[in-house]
């Protein structure tokens, strides 16, 4: 009898596998629901790091925006489409688009865009310098190219054979400040500014995505762009092709 009591309560003491697999099938649960918070927590986590480094970067462009323009001086031109296929000699301006050109304060033509570039020769005078292949500037990259005005007020845009040349470029940023990420700028008037008007100030709707396809908005904002000396906005052509 003694022996038999004795059993029993060691029985009683001890786990059975089947409690053992019962409790580590619980435990496994408890572990995937617990795995799933953290992995949800992660991803926001990320998200929301991707979403302050993008705004830090859209400031910065932003500043670096207001610090190009804020001295232009004599005009200024909006183009619709300002990109690697866009060819912008002998076209006029509009109220609003990708590419903002205007004088700066050295007395170059500045043509501003992040719609890349097409291939186009780097000339000083009548030697060559560098080339910019095509694909080198991606959209999505701050861009601008720098032209010599002539006695006529107008610059060429593309040697006599048609194809694009400028007097300087520079990518404003290195592709790694953008950390995988891709800008696109839209310039525009201030509502009411006719052609050949008074320019107090222009617009600039700033957009920052997440992909190459600028598909995933991350953040925008629309801005001002304060000039400092009076200009008028240009609509008519002021880039031409060299003559043969």
């Known amino acids: 009898m003694r022996g038999l009591q004795r059993l029993r309560k060691n029985r009683k003491n001890g786990s059975s596998l089947v409690e053992m697999m019962v409790a580590l099938l619980v435990f496994g649960i408890v572990m995937a629901m617990m795995a799933g918070v953290?992995?949800?927590?992660?991803?926001?986590?990320?998200?929301?790091?991707?979403?302050?480094?993008?705004?830090?970067?859209?400031?910065?462009?932003?500043?670096e925006l207001r610090g190009m323009t804020r001295d232009a001086a004599g005009y200024v031109k909006i183009y619709e489409n300002c990109g690697a296929d866009d060819d912008i000699a002998g076209r006029?301006?509009?109220?609003?688009?990708?590419?903002?050109?205007?004088?700066?304060?050295?007395?170059?033509?500045?043509?501003?865009?992040?719609e890349?570039?097409?291939?186009?020769?780097?000339?000083?005078?009548?030697?060559?310098?560098?080339?910019?292949?095509?694909?080198?500037?991606?959209?999505?990259?701050?861009?601008?190219?720098?032209?010599?005005?002539?006695?006529?007020?107008?610059?060429?845009?593309?040697?006599?054979?048609?194809?694009p040349v400028a007097r300087a470029v520079s990518n404003v940023f290195t592709d790694g400040y953008y950390m995988g990420n891709y800008l696109e700028v839209i310039f525009s008037y201030p509502p009411g500014t006719a052609p050949g008007g008074k320019v107090d100030y222009l617009e600039a709707e700033v957009r920052?995505?997440?992909?190459?396809?600028?598909?995933?908005?991350?953040?925008?904002?629309?801005?001002?762009?304060?000039?400092?000396?009076d200009v008028k906005r240009e609509d008519h052509v002021t880039a031409d092709q060299a003559s043969p």
Do not use: W
């Not at 953290?38 to 480094?53: D, E, N, V």
């Open 38 to 63: 953290l992995s949800s927590a992660a991803k926001i986590f990320i998200r929301i790091q991707r979403l302050q480094y993008a705004q830090i970067i859209l400031d910065n462009t932003i500043q």
């Open 92 to 114: 006029m301006g509009t109220e609003r688009g990708q590419g903002l050109e205007f004088v700066n304060e050295y007395g170059y033509a500045a043509l501003i865009s992040a």
């Open 116 to 163: 890349g570039c097409p291939g186009t020769g780097i000339y000083r005078g009548s030697q060559l310098l560098n080339t910019v292949n095509p694909g080198d500037i991606p959209a999505g990259r701050l861009f601008a190219r720098y032209y010599v005005r002539e006695k006529d007020s107008k610059y060429h845009y593309a040697d006599a054979f048609g194809e």
């Open 208 to 229: 920052l995505y997440g992909d190459g396809q600028r598909s995933e908005l991350m953040v925008k904002e629309t801005v001002v762009l304060d000039l400092r000396y």
